[in-house]
């Protein structure tokens, strides 16, 4: 099942923030949560058998 929570103009400094969960595939490989660069605006794991980018953050 997969989850997502949106929120817009909830919190001064993020407009915008978008939490989801694909829980379809619980041994992929992944990255621990960070910050991504390099503009460092995206804080999330990464899948790394998908390519290590989400499919709409390319």
């Given amino acids: 099942m997969c989850i997502l929570f949106i929120a817009l103009n909830k919190h001064t400094k993020y407009p915008l923030i978008v939490c989801a969960n694909r829980d379809e595939f619980h ?3 992944t990255e621990q949560v960070h910050f991504w660069p390099p503009e ?3 804080l999330a794991g990464k899948d790394l058998e998908a ?3 989400l499919a709409w953050h390319q």
């Fill in 27 to 29: 041994h992929s490989p």
């Fill in 40 to 42: 460092n605006e995206i």
């Fill in 51 to 53: 390519g290590g980018h």
